[in-house]
């Protein structure tokens, strides 16, 4: 007879406590690993690297997560329907890298708190802010007449992009922020978005399921290549509509 699986501890006095091997995770519910700890810089950069990252509601203990199998989407396989592609050239948005990162957060707790997932708790919150100011986390904005509509957040190591939330107010303005950002990063050569568990619409945008052990195979070595860290801007061609609100973006 097989031997229970045990959720690890984490003790959160001791930040340099190791995760458990990411094939320690349980199967139901898929990708449990851990639980406990904290939210500090060190811990959630040492979970990322191992393809490890955290997700629970508030005032919930801190659950840690590696799931089998794990979603990605390649920046040069983003699928562009014909509806997108007709708002992609339609000239009345700009977008920006790390030019609001925490309304970005803000925008992506809302939608979170609607729906039946987990959303974004202060002490989260706090986490990525502090991640940011490591020059860790990002931000990909979309603007339309100065306002932000949409936008994502995650955390960048190596050539990999671990996406966290995303969010919108318009119609596929997540959806541009998201292309706008795949387009960025294969000029930068980065070979993965993490989208950690699949969705339909993940699936219609390119994303794929791949075996948890093929991707920490691929994303130890895409931690190989130097880390992009600090602030992010756009060094491609971008929609850049900056005479409408000059003063947010200077």
């Not at 955390?155 to 541009?176: I, N, Q, R, W, Y």
Request: hydrophobic share 40%; net charge negative.
């Amino acid at each position: 007879m097989d031997n229970p699986v045990r959720l690890h501890w984490l003790d959160p006095r001791d930040p340099n406590q190791p995760f458990p091997p990411p094939n320690r995770a349980m199967r139901d519910p898929n990708g449990l690993l851990a639980i406990g700890g904290d939210l500090s810089v060190d811990r959630l950069l040492r979970a990322y690297s191992g393809g490890i990252f955290p997700w629970y509601n508030p005032n919930e203990p801190i659950l840690w997560w590696c799931p089998d199998p794990r979603a990605v989407l390649e920046p040069d396989q983003f699928h562009i329907s014909h509806s997108l592609e007709k708002r992609i050239r339609k000239p009345d948005y700009a977008v920006t890298l790390d030019r609001a990162f925490g309304e970005v957060l803000d925008g992506c707790t809302e939608s979170r708190r609607g729906s039946h997932g987990t959303w974004l708790g202060a002490d989260m919150k706090r986490a990525y802010l502090e991640l940011r100011e490591a020059g860790h986390a990002h931000s990909a904005e979309v603007w339309r007449d100065g306002r932000l509509v949409g936008g994502l957040y995650g955390v960048a190591l190596g050539h990999v992009f671990f996406g966290e939330s995303m969010f919108s107010t318009e119609t596929d303005c997540s959806k541009l922020a998201l292309y706008w950002l795949c387009q960025q990063l294969k000029s930068w050569s980065f070979e993965l978005i993490d989208c950690q568990i699949a969705s339909q619409h993940l699936r219609t945008l390119g994303a794929v399921e791949i075996s948890r052990e093929r991707f920490l195979s691929r994303l130890r070595v895409a931690l190989q290549s130097p880390s992009r860290v600090g602030l992010w801007r756009y060094d491609i061609e971008v929609p850049d509509l900056q005479q409408h609100f000059s003063g947010l973006l200077a």
